[in-house]
């Protein structure tokens, strides 16, 4: 089985300053992948990030970098120079392989509030 | 190229009487999901699609829930009878097989009162 841990429920990060949100998973899959997605307050899910199981290195988009500790089943979200559009919910998710390869399982969720 | 179309976008309803989502996948993906949303939590996956065929569906409620998706395009989850618990987002999403992309709808409001 496959799980997500968010423990954060909740972040203030000041406007211009990075934050950091956490996510640590469990599998026994070989392979897998690791998906950030925001969702803000209209709801609708948009990808941010993708990390591969294989990859070698730290994936990154834009403001958005993935710190991937494979050892310590960890791939936690780094958003640089928070902008005010930032406010949202975050949510980390994994798919597996084998059988159950498509489906992604979510984690709970951090909201992130950004302050001016 | 459209995105992943849901609707509608929002429906109330009085608990006992039934309700149905339509769900539009992007144009070739053939897999096709429907996640619950209870509000403050991460979607949790109710159906999973390949094609026509419903691959993983261990998480639907079946003595309520029923989904369906014809020739392997469109899908519909309905709810008979739904109940106040029912309340929460759903969301349709739809990926190339075995692929990285995943795609999401801007879901379903569903309140039941």
């Known amino acids: 089985a496959q799980k997500i841990t968010q423990t954060q429920p909740g972040m203030f990060v000041q406007e211009k300053e990075a934050v950091t949100l956490d996510c640590t998973y469990d599998?026994?899959?070989?392979?897998?992948?690791l998906f950030w997605y925001k969702q803000p307050s209209s709801g609708e899910m948009i990808f941010l990030i993708y990390q591969g199981s294989y990859d070698q290195q730290n994936a990154t988009e834009g403001r958005y970098s993935l710190n991937f500790q494979k050892a310590r089943k960890s791939a936690n979200l780094v958003i640089s120079a928070s902008q005010l559009g930032d406010s949202a919910m975050y949510f980390c998710a994994m798919r597996g392989s084998g059988a159950a390869g498509n489906k992604l399982t979510f984690g709970g969720g951090t909201r992130v509030l950004v302050k001016p | 190229e459209a995105g992943v179309v849901q609707s509608p976008r929002y429906k109330i309803i009085e608990k006992k009487q039934p309700v149905a989502f339509w769900c539009n996948p992007i144009s070739g993906h053939n897999t096709l999901y429907w996640y619950r949303q209870n509000l403050g939590q991460g979607p949790e996956l109710l159906i999973r699609?390949?094609?026509?065929?419903?691959?993983?569906d261990s998480q639907l409620p079946k003595d309520r829930f029923s989904a369906e998706r014809l020739k392997g395009v469109d899908s519909t989850l309905k709810i008979q009878p739904a109940e106040l618990g029912d309340s929460a987002v759903y969301l349709c999403a739809s990926s190339l097989e075995q692929g990285d992309g995943y795609t999401f709808g801007s879901g379903t409001r569903l309140t039941v009162v």
């Open positions: 599998t026994s899959d070989p392979s897998y992948g």
């Open positions: 699609y390949e094609n026509e065929e419903a691959v993983d």
